[in-house]
């Protein structure tokens, strides 16, 4: 583990977590290059952002589960080389239903120089601190398609209700939202934010 970097669930109290690129549940259908442990890594900046996140997301009968937190960059490289394979469609319909693989890309869904690899950026959701059922978003982590995006139409009043609760929450720990997925935000102030690191999950 590089210095700065630590095990989030670890350092954020209440955190649940499920690793998706270190599990089969993900896009590309299969553990991901660098991941090698169902853990989630992140800075301690953006840990110390979590925890607070985490008491404003309480305070709103919620909790809060991570997707993923720091990637490595041998990922970002890995999800490039499933961008250009043929398509099998074993994940498109849950994934990418009207898109191609290639336009994940310029779509703006993922990206070839990641925020993840800096370690300043976290993808989540909330779950209902009372039951531990996990919060309805109007779709699932990785959904790339305009229905992610903030103020998307086609979502239940619920849902988007939901997504605001998770926006109020991850703004009051320090993090900024990105327009097209609603479970993904970057701290604001990044430790890190020229550096793209390429350390294992293990």
Not at 35 to 52: D, E, F, H, K
Not at 99 to 113: C, P, Q, T
Not at 171 to 189: M, P
Request: hydrophobic share 35%; glycine share 10%.
């Amino acid at each position: 583990m590089k210095d700065g970097f630590v095990y989030v669930d670890e350092s954020v109290r209440g955190i649940r977590w499920d690793a998706k690129y270190a599990t089969w549940d993900n896009f590309t259908g299969k553990p991901v290059d660098g991941y090698l442990a169902n853990r989630i890594v992140g800075t301690t900046a953006l840990c110390a952002a979590l925890a607070r996140a985490g008491e404003e997301a309480e305070s709103r009968g919620f909790g809060l589960l991570v997707w993923d937190g720091y990637r490595p960059q041998r990922a970002v490289d890995r999800f490039l080389r499933w961008s250009r394979q043929p398509e099998d469609g074993r994940t498109k319909r849950r994934h990418y239903p009207n898109i191609d693989r290639a336009e994940m890309f310029y779509k703006g869904y993922v990206a070839a120089r990641s925020g993840h690899s800096r370690g300043g950026t976290v993808d989540l959701t909330l779950y209902h601190l009372a039951t531990g059922e996990l919060a309805p978003m109007g779709g699932g982590h990785d959904l790339m398609d305009p229905v992610s995006h903030h103020g998307a139409q086609g979502v239940t009043p619920v849902e988007a209700s939901n997504r605001r609760h998770l926006l109020a929450a991850m703004d009051a720990g320090g993090f900024r939202a990105y327009e097209r997925e609603w479970w993904h935000y970057t701290l604001k102030d990044e430790p890190y934010p020229d550096t793209y690191f390429d350390f294992p999950v293990s």
